[in-house]
């Protein structure tokens, strides 16, 4: 198993290569819905879905980035079909469905009769109980208090007041992850679809440690790998078309390590 490399070829195909409970964490968004063209490529869902479960570790995390295309006014479902799968026939457990919410949307078609659609479903999926979690912190809103008055039951029914101090700057960010969409990183705008840097970040530092695996089966324009390189993981990136392959190594190549979050 390659690590710090970037491999072209069907990310099924390259799986099987791996050994079991050989991966910490993955950090996926597949080409659902035909939305967008990969170069005419198409992914065997199931086929990934059980592989993901056979080589990542006991207690490790996948995070499957996914939406809807809506055809004849109704929604596909694929989101929610892809997330039964992976806990009903490949016994993944869903820690947390979360939303990543895009700053700034396109409008919708007044034909399509609906909302512009501002959101993607993050299914946090974990084999077995998640060993890490590393919340990032966001700004409170609310600063102006320092203490908490609680009360909690004791084993005999009585109740006894706790006063928690709350005086920190920050909290810890809900399961909805608000991002813009623009695309910084000039190498990357030769691929079609392409998430957030901070958005990798944030999912990366949550459930991983400094040296921890980790894994990108369709890794398009390499966001995954550049980020887990320079937060200090080790990464693995496949993907299908030479011409994204390329995108990728250029992007990691240029990839400055410091230890700086930004």
Known sequence: MKLNKIIQGDCLDVMKTFPDESIDMVLTS???DNLRDYKGYTFDFKGIAKQLYRITKQCGVVVWIVGDQTKDFCESLTSFKQA???VEKCNFNLLDTMIYYK??????YPTLRRYANQFEYMFVFCKGKPKIFNPVQREKIIKNYKQ???YFRQKDGSQKLKIIDNDRETKDASNVFEYATTVTDKLAKGHPAIFPEPLAQDHILSWSNEGDIVLDPMCGS????KM?????RKYIGIEISEEYCKIAEARIEATIVDNKLF
């Open 222 to 225: 390499g966001t995954t790998c």
């Open 228 to 232: 887990s390189k320079q937060l200090g």
């Open 103 to 108: 700053k700034n949307y396109a409008p919708a």
């Open 30 to 32: 597949p080409p659902y």
């Open 148 to 150: 908490k008055r609680s």
């Open 84 to 86: 039964i799968y992976f």
